[in-house]
């Protein structure tokens, strides 16, 4: 018998020192995505859009997991491209993904640029992704330890997106599943504002993945709160077993910020609009092709 989705939740807040949502997430088992957009004039809100709503369109069952991913992926990376092209107000829009396909016997990932996948096991969570980052190079190369690249000043600088080249490479991943494995896909709204072991404390807790999602968010806020936030959780079982309803937690995000969890009828970021202020600490930079390059290649 293979494995279910037996509980899932995901919740997308602005953070404290933004005036506008540009993440959006996908939740609908069993496909689960973050993206976090990046450009002016609400660029970054609807290129993190259409990268998820990509997922909307259903998966060809002829094709394995790990294509569809990239299928998809290449599929919103033309469009955002396109739209671009097509207005110079959005002109080098782009955004993050993060997206999880679940079969029965095994998880598939596929991932271009910060925004992360991490799964908790017996009790210990792994970082399964790599971020395409500039200090992620640096770590390749033993210039920078992993404890310095998360509070490096060039820790935003990405080196891979959706949109602002019309063809992008995507990294895939499988990974075998296993009974009470737990998925955290994320935002580096999160993951710049809480580490990883006080999110595997959170997720240990034994609290609903709702709740569980709430605090991380919670927690995020109260430590500064420098970028938009988006966490979305699911845990596997069993099929047919105790709890194998799947506990579906989408939260207001005014509500997370009041620290009260409520039902919202979208699965993707708030209204969102320009990123002001260039250079401000936390803001996703998209590093250009030719110096992204000769990064991986030194």
Not at 163 to 174: A, M
């Amino acid at each position: 018998m293979g494995l279910a989705i037996v509980e899932e939740a995901g919740v997308t807040d602005v953070g404290r020192q933004r005036k506008t949502n540009e993440d959006s997430y996908y939740e609908s088992s069993p496909v689960f995505a973050v993206a976090d957009g990046m450009g002016g004039a609400r660029a970054g809100e609807v290129a993190s859009q259409i990268a998820v709503e990509a997922f909307q369109e259903g998966l060809d069952p002829s094709e394995g997991p790990e294509r569809e991913l990239v299928r998809i992926a290449k599929e919103a990376n033309r469009r955002i491209y396109d739209m671009a092209r097509e207005d110079e107000s959005r002109a080098g829009m782009g955004t993050t993904l993060t997206a999880v396909i679940v079969g029965d016997h095994d998880v598939a990932i596929g991932h271009v640029g910060d925004s992360r996948a991490y799964r908790l096991r017996d009790g210990d969570l792994e970082r399964l992704t790599t971020d395409h980052s500039l200090v992620e190079e640096y770590v390749r190369r033993g210039e920078l330890t992993r404890e310095a690249a998360e509070h490096h000043p060039q820790r935003s600088i990405i080196t891979r997106a959706l949109g602002p080249e019309p063809d992008v490479e995507v990294e895939t991943l499988t990974f075998p599943a296993a009974d009470g494995d737990v998925y955290l896909l994320c935002s580096d709204g999160l993951t710049g504002m809480v580490t990883e072991d006080r999110m595997g404390q959170v997720l240990r807790a034994g609290a609903s993945l709702t709740e569980a999602a709430q605090e991380l968010v919670g927690i995020a806020n109260a430590n500064g709160g420098r970028d938009n936030i988006t966490v979305v959780v699911f845990r596997l079982g069993e099929q047919g077993g105790a709890g194998a309803e799947a506990d579906t937690g989408e939260i207001d995000a005014a509500a997370v910020a009041a620290g009260v969890g409520a039902a919202s009828s979208s699965g993707s970021g708030a209204a969102a609009g320009p990123r002001a202020g260039a250079g401000r600490q936390n803001e996703t930079f998209l590093l250009d092709a030719e110096t992204a390059e000769r990064e991986r290649r030194a």
